[in-house]
């Protein structure tokens, strides 16, 4: 049985040397073979040599050296069509997924009753409140708005048979967002949870604002309840401007209409022209994200590896 083990590396010069002492420790008390993905995206720091050093003391070590910053879906998505392994995980770098529990993930899937073990934090320790609140809110919606069931906590460091890895390569889209093509896929999933551990160095790669337009992208990707908002305000709108009609027919019928309202007039008329531009650029999100599938651009451009073996380069 051969462990292939995905870790996208950005800017990790500090954190990677623990990561592969802490991670090659549990590997080699475990009776299975393994190999060590390492995706370098972009970095700007050390991370490449540190990589290269790595590899040259240690064969189980494959690194593969992204042309730019890609993003962390990327780099995912190269280790999957990298990895060779039976069982397939992705970890973070920064040791927030807790190597120790591999071993237990993989006596779960080896019972064979679950195609993927998957964890979730159960608290949120050490994040910002604001944070955490926009995090449950984004949950809630997006359960209630998509066919992805996408679980609060959950965390990109899962462990999956080559089924289900398969399965998702085969979702090629350009505008990835991992945790909801994980739910989308299905298979049997069991839910490990444990708590929130924080980064041992380096700092986050993610700002709110990255964080929040990321939000933004998984509701689009699985999402298409946004674009009836404009065919719901449509209706509204309809049905109240009705009403107004008949009153104002009335009015004009009963007391006559002296000419007066050029106040009301223009905050309709603003109403509702932001309404059909707010409509427009939900659309013009979706067109976009069309705009990009359609170019069909490949998702990442490896300029650098160590990988033998028939490397998906792009
Ligand atoms: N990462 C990446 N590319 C990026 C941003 C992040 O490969 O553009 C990697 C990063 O090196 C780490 C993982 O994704 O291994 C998670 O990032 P981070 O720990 O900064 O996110 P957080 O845990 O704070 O959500
Ligand atoms: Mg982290």
Partial sequence: MLLSLIVPCYNEQEALPLFYRETTKVLSEM??????????????????????????????????????????????????SNARGDYV?????????????????????ESGEYDSVATRRIDRAGEPPVRSWFARRFYELINRISDADIVDGARDFRLMTRAMTDAVLSMSEYNRFSKGIFGWVGFKTYWMPYENVERVAGVTKWSFWKLFKYAIDGIINFSQAPLSIASWFGMIMTGVSFLFLIFIVV??????????????????IIFIGGLQLFCLGIIGQYLAKTYMEVKN?????????????AVKIR
């Fill in 31 to 80: 009776q299975c073979d393994y190999e060590l993905l390492l995706v370098n995206d972009g970095s700007r720091d050390n991370t490449l040599s540190i990589m290269k050093d790595l590899a040259a003391k240690d064969p189980h070590v494959l690194y593969f050296s992204f042309s730019r910053n890609f993003g962390k879906e990327a780099a995912m998505y190269a280790g999957f």
């Fill in 89 to 109: 995980a992705v970890m973070d770098a920064d040791l927030q997924d807790p190597p120790s529990l591999l071993p237990e993930m993989v006596k779960i899937l």
């Fill in 251 to 268: 009015r004009r019928l009963i007391w006559g209409d002296p000419v007066a309202g050029w106040a009301s007039t223009i905050c309709v």
């Fill in 297 to 309: 651009r490949p998702h990442f451009i490896i300029s650098d590896t160590n990988a033998g073996h």
